[in-house]
């Protein structure tokens, strides 16, 4: 659908036009980061940050983007559409793009956190792992259950 | 009456992992305007959720509203929440027609009376109930006949909100919103013209899962109406350092300067444009270049025109103070001919002061 | 005809146009006015606003002048100016008020308060609210030829002294001369030196000048009561002489207030303009200067000041001519604080030096003066008027001052050339 | 169905429209009435250039006197700050200018937000010394009545409620912006009937004033 453009890094305003007038909010969030990460450090706690609530001007998101860089991790899942699932360049601060099964994005965040969550095995999603494990094995061992 | 299955069994039924399921609920608080934080606890209430029946009517509107939810960037999303619900009656989406589709309605309603949600889009003649009419009866029949077993009623778009473009003067039909209407039903507005389209599927899903969301003094969840454009707009520090566009083709207007000047309603129009944005984040209005027209708010299209300032007058006051100069110079003349005539008139009376009568007569 | 209320109200009437109707529309009560007033700075009595020494013409003006102040008036919001309230006022605008005109150059919407009390007195005198010693004042000036009564006789004697003294001649009624002098009865009274000044220095730059025996008397009590009528009555002997003897011009004295009342309101009392020249004495002396036609030889070494009269400076615009002169003849010459065109009034002008109920008030206004001598400490104090000078010597007796106080003209002449050349 | 919108659109629609009509209105008559009363010509040669003088004055007469402003120090204070800081926030506000280019075609380059609310900020601090110099001051106390405390008010309102506005300190945007609008709205209508009228005629007084000492060729 209209995922190439709903990206920012294909917004529709020429790279640069207006990055004089980004004055805004870039550096605001990423202030806001920093401190996330002290606390994070101090006393352990996480945070995330939805992007979709922040007023960004064109330009803004590719100053966060710099200024984070890409660092050593990048996660796909395969959960109805792709995610990514990226360490930045400042590890413990991660960048997360939920995106639909066509692709297009649906929300994003920034979490600062040693692990996010989402790439966690979900308790419930082993609970049926297992079943399944426990299925297949069954099949294994010739068909006859235990 | 049928057992309505639960959110999670469905989704199990439909092999969808928790993991896809904390993903989902993750963008369902951004859609919601929640706090990121509070995704596990969307994920309990989503989990607990019967599928509620939804009515859907649609009365004075344009189809722009249903047009924009079914055109909405986030498809999976929006068919996720559909799953969730049971739309019994939708007369633009719905297969069925004419008696078949109003026997789909009174069996929605008889059904889940008391339970179900309507969703109505656009306004309801009220002076002349002849111009919108379906199956033979009129919108304010339907809406109170379909009202009265409702939990709660969302209007979507600004017409069902507030009358919207019927209401706007001289308004022929008598248009009225649906809360001039029914009274005593919880209702939630989610006005726009047409309103954003995860707004609508937020606040859907904020009423499945914690019910009827905080709402402003005009119906409006404060999650997505809570702040006026103006002040999550990104042209915003170009107001602040009085940078303005003055025309749609000058310096200012290519730079991207604030379009406060060119009639802008931003500051007074409650909406997440400026976040949310339209067509999947890709822009809004004045990100294009053109000013809010405040469709939000009630009355926007009588609202002294899109683009006049919101600090200009809207009527016609030059033509009244140019005639109060005129009104004014004549009765200054007139007042100050009086006065030269008290002048004169002491001046012939004047009554030569000799020194020997500058005392007083005892 | 007698003095009335309606008298009074028709008179302030006449008075108001269209810069009073400017002025009261402009004020906005700040009181700056008060602050500019030497009877309000040295009481610190709210009641010397000068604005609200105005108050029964503002009245008059708002029920009779404007559309709304009639609306007003017919809904009883605007209370008519009865005789009580004329006769409250008399005090503030007789005894408060030397018509200095502070007030005026300080407001800062521009109001003209000064002219405006001036015009309130005009009706205050015509409705018989005017301090007696005044009254007695203009009885005697129209009666004789001078507010002291018959000076004639005091002159012709001041005059032969003078002649015996210098050796130059003054003629009495002599047409054809380039000036008329006239004498306030001050000067004729208590500083007649000024004739003997004048003689030389007239002889030394070659002006030929009389004295008309029927219009000697340079101040005009009319003015200082605000009664047109009279002023017009006193300043017609003056105008009348000068156009008989077919004089070029008038030198109009050191006295304020007979400045005001030829130069800038005889025109306008008489109706015509003249076919004569008005000239202060000290204008004229700085014009000699200019021509080279007053040499001076030596100079006072002694620490001199200067005291600007109101009338002469402030509403008469003579403002470097005496500083000119003074630059001349005195070499330690110190100019007070505010001096020029906002120097402080010395009391007694407008009349009030006259008024025997004010005599308190004059001396604690004083105090404003005393105050800017004693900063720069002068050995000698000079002015250019001659009732400047009484009052100030009069003050500073009470003061127990003992500063010198000598008219310009005088203090000129004193070091004036006029040695025969070579000789 | 929307109180507050209903309100702000009456504020600038009607309630503006014949708040400016009586505000033109009366102005214009209390002028002309003033003006046509005339004045004598003045007979007396002059002396200095009473028209020249007259026209300096209007400016001139903006700059204090040496010396007198240690007498009144918040009379003078305040009133320059007033004066400038409510010139300031009207003149330089941007959608100010926008009303003005509407209403005139004249425009200007509006100021930073920072400078607007910083002179609305401190014209409100000179309104409050202003008032309380009223209060406290003897002289001003003499000389003031119910109508300086009404003006002081109402002059001041425009810039509380939209400094309010603005910067949305409390209530519903829309309802402040009314308010605001209805601020000024009254400012406009009492304007005629009141001292505000020295705000036109001052340029009438200073002018007589600077005229007539210019024609003795006196300072002004």
Redesign the interface.
């Known amino acids: 659908m209209m995922a190439p453009i709903a990206d920012p890094r294909f917004s529709p305003m020429p790279a640069g036009m207006f990055f004089s007038a980004s004055v805004g909010n870039a550096l605001p969030l990423l202030h806001q980061i920093r401190h996330a990460l002290t606390a994070l450090l101090t006393g352990g706690t996480e945070t995330i940050i939805d992007l979709g609530a922040i007023p960004f001007g064109p330009g803004d998101e590719a100053v966060l983007e710099e200024t984070l860089g890409t660092g050593e991790v990048h996660a796909v899942l395969t959960a109805m559409g792709e995610s990514h699932v990226r360490e930045t360049a400042i590890p413990g601060v991660w960048r997360i793009d939920h995106r639909d099964m066509a692709g297009a994005l649906q929300s994003r965040f920034v979490e600062i956190t040693m692990m996010p969550d989402i790439l966690k095995t979900q308790r419930e999603d082993a609970v049926r792992g297992l079943k399944v494990l426990e299925d297949r094995l069954a099949a294994l061992d010739g068909g006859t259950p235990v | 009456m049928k057992t309505r299955p639960l959110l999670s069994e469905t989704m199990a039924a439909h092999g969808v992992s928790r993991r896809t399921f904390m993903k989902y609920c993750a963008t369902l608080a951004s859609v919601m305007a929640l706090p990121p934080a509070l995704a596990p606890r969307i994920a309990q209430a989503l989990e607990r959720a019967r599928r509620p029946s939804v009515i859907w009517l649609s009365f004075q509107e344009c189809t722009g509203c249903t047009e924009s939810i079914t055109r909405s960037h986030a498809p999976t999303i929006e068919e996720m929440i559909f799953n969730t619900i049971s739309l019994d009656y939708q007369d633009t989406l719905q297969a069925a027609a004419g008696h078949q589709a109003e026997a789909a309605r009174h069996q929605a309603m008889k059904e889940n009376y008391g339970k179900y949600l309507v969703v109505v889009e656009g306004s309801i003649p009220v002076a002349n109930p002849a111009y919108s009419c379906f199956a033979g009866r009129s919108n304010l029949d339907v809406l109170k006949e379909t009202a009265a077993g409702a939990a709660a009623i969302v209007t979507v778009g600004t017409c069902a909100a507030y009358g919207g473009i019927p209401h706007a003067m001289p308004n022929p039909t008598g248009a009225r919103a649906v809360s001039d209407i029914i009274t005593d039903k919880p209702i939630i507005n989610v006005p726009g013209c047409p309103p954003i389209p995860v707004v609508m599927t937020g606040v859907l899903a904020h009423f499945l899962t914690f019910g009827v969301p905080e709402l402003d003094d005009l119906g409006r969840p404060k999650a997505f109406y809570g702040d006026v454009i103006h002040d999550r707009c990104y042209r915003r520090p170009f107001y602040d350092k009085g940078l303005f566009a003055e025309t749609f083709d000058d310096e200012g207007a290519r730079a991207g300067w604030c379009l406060y000047k060119l009639g802008c309603k931003g500051p007074t129009t409650h909406s997440v444009c400026a976040t949310v944005k339209w067509n999947g984040g890709v822009s809004f209005p004045i990100q294009s270049g053109h000013p809010c027209l405040g469709c939000t708010q009630p009355d926007f299209w009588d609202g002294g025109g899109f683009y006049k300032p919101l600090s200009v007058p809207t009527g016609d006051y030059r033509a009244l103070a140019a005639g109060g100069v005129g009104v004014g110079a004549v009765?200054?003349a007139a007042?100050a001919l009086?006065?030269r005539g008290?002048?004169a008139?002491?001046?012939r009376?004047?009554?030569?002061?000799?020194?020997?009568?500058?005392?007083?007569?005892s | 005809?007698?003095?009335?209320l309606e008298?009074g109200l028709?008179?302030l009437?006449?008075q108001?146009?269209?810069?009073v109707?400017?002025?009261f529309?402009?004020?906005?009560?700040?009181?700056?006015c008060?602050?500019?007033c030497v009877f309000?700075?040295e009481t610190?009595d709210?009641?010397y606003?000068p604005?609200?020494k105005l108050d029964p013409m503002r009245r008059l003006w708002r029920r009779?002048?404007?559309?709304?102040g009639?609306i007003g008036a017919m809904l009883g919001l605007v209370r008519p100016v009865t005789d009580a309230d004329l006769g409250e006022w008399e005090t503030l605008v007789y005894d408060s008020c030397t018509l200095c005109g502070r007030c005026?150059?300080?407001?800062?919407?521009?109001?003209?308060i000064t002219?405006m009390i001036r015009k309130m007195r005009e009706g205050m005198?015509?409705?018989?609210?005017?301090p007696?010693e005044?009254?007695g004042a203009?009885?005697r000036?129209?009666?004789t030829n001078s507010l002291m009564g018959n000076l004639a006789p005091a002159l012709r004697a001041q005059v032969k002294r003078s002649v015996a003294e210098t050796g130059i001649d003054i003629g009495f009624d002599q047409p054809g001369v380039d000036y008329m002098v006239i004498l306030s009865a001050q000067e004729t009274m208590d500083y007649p030196e000024i004739l003997s000044s004048m003689a030389r220095i007239f002889k030394k730059a070659g002006i030929s000048w009389t004295i008309a025996s029927d219009g000697f008397e340079a101040t005009n009590v009319g003015v200082q009561?605000g009664?047109?009528?009279?002023a017009r009555i006193l300043v017609a002997r003056v105008v009348e002489a000068a156009e008989r003897l077919g004089v070029k011009g008038v030198v109009s004295p050191e006295c304020g207030h007979a400045y005001q009342a030829l130069?800038?309101?005889?025109?306008?009392l008489?109706?015509?303009?003249f076919n004569f020249e008005v000239v202060h004495i000290v204008e004229l002396l700085d014009r000699l200067r200019a021509e080279g036609k007053l040499p001076t030889k030596g100079m006072e070494s002694r620490r001199v000041t200067f005291h600007d009269p109101c009338q002469i400076?402030?509403?008469?615009?003579?403002?470097r001519e005496p500083r000119r002169l003074m630059a001349l003849v005195a070499s330690d010459f110190v100019e007070t604080?505010?001096a020029?065109?906002?120097n402080w009034c010395c009391g007694g002008g407008g009349g009030v030096g006259a008024n025997e109920r004010a005599t308190k008030l004059r001396l604690t206004a004083f105090k404003r003066k005393k105050a800017q001598l004693e900063k720069v400490n002068p050995d000698k104090l000079i002015t250019m008027c001659a009732y400047c000078h009484h009052t100030i010597e009069e003050a500073m007796e009470e003061y127990h001052m003992e500063i010198e106080v000598q008219g310009l003209t005088d203090f000129v002449a004193t070091y004036l050339d006029d040695e025969p050349a070579g000789a | 169905m929307n109180p507050a919108f209903t309100l702000f659109m009456w504020a600038r629609g009607p309630a503006f429209d014949v708040a400016l009509a009586i505000f033109a209105a009366g102005i214009t008559?209390?002028l002309v009435?003033?003006?046509?009363?005339?004045?004598?010509t003045?007979?007396?040669?002059a002396?200095?250039h009473p028209i020249r003088q007259g026209l300096a004055?209007?400016f001139t007469?903006?700059i204090?006197?040496?010396?007198?402003v240690r007498?009144?120090p918040g009379?003078?204070l305040g009133?320059y700050v007033f004066h400038l800081g409510f010139f300031a926030a009207f003149l330089l506000f941007a959608p100010h200018i926008a009303l003005i280019r509407d209403a005139l075609g004249l425009s200007w380059p509006a100021a930073n937000r920072a400078i607007v609310e910083s002179a609305t900020a401190l014209a409100v601090v000179a309104a409050i010394i202003l008032f309380f110099s009223r209060v406290m001051?003897?002289?001003?106390?003499?000389?003031?009545?119910f109508e300086?405390y009404l003006v002081l008010l109402l002059s001041v309102l425009p810039l509380v409620t939209g400094y309010v506005a603005a910067n949305k300190l409390f209530g519903n945007p829309e309802m402040m912006l009314a308010v605001h609008v209805l601020s000024v709205d009254a400012l406009l209508i009492v304007f005629?009937?009141t001292?505000l009228?020295?705000s036109v005629?001052?340029v009438?007084?200073?002018?007589?004033?600077?005229a007539?000492?210019g024609?003795?060729?006196?300072?002004?």
């Not at chain 3, 005809?1 to 009335?4: I, P």
């Not at chain 3, 130069?263 to 306008?268: D, F, K, L, Q, T």
């Not at chain 4, 003045?42 to 040669?45: E, H, N, Q, T």
Request: positive net charge; hydrophobic residues 35%; charged residues 30%.
């Open positions: 009765v200054g007042g009086v006065g008290v002048k008139e002491a001046a009376k004047h009554e030569t002061v000799d020194a020997h009568d500058l005392e007083k007569p | 005809m007698t003095a009335s008298r028709n008179a009437r006449e108001i146009d269209a810069p109707a400017s002025f529309t402009s004020c906005v009560h700040c009181g700056l008060a602050e500019a309000y700075r610190e709210p009641r606003i604005i609200r009779e002048f404007t559309l709304f009639r005026t150059l300080v407001c800062p919407v521009g109001n003209d002219l005198s015509a409705a018989g609210h005017t007696k005044l009254i203009a009885v000036h129209v009666e009561i009664s047109r009528d009279i130069r800038w309101e005889g025109p306008n008489m109706g015509r303009a400076n402030r509403r008469g615009g003579i403002d604080d505010d020029g065109a906002m | 008559l209390r009435e003033m003006v046509v009363l005339g004045r004598k003045d007979l007396a040669p002396k200095g004055t209007i007469r903006s204090p006197r040496p010396g007198l007498f009144a009379t003078y009133g001051d003897p002289v001003r106390r003499a000389l003031t009545g300086d005629p009937f001292k009228m020295h005629s001052f009438f007084s200073r002018y007589y004033n600077g007539i000492q024609r003795k060729g006196a300072e002004s």
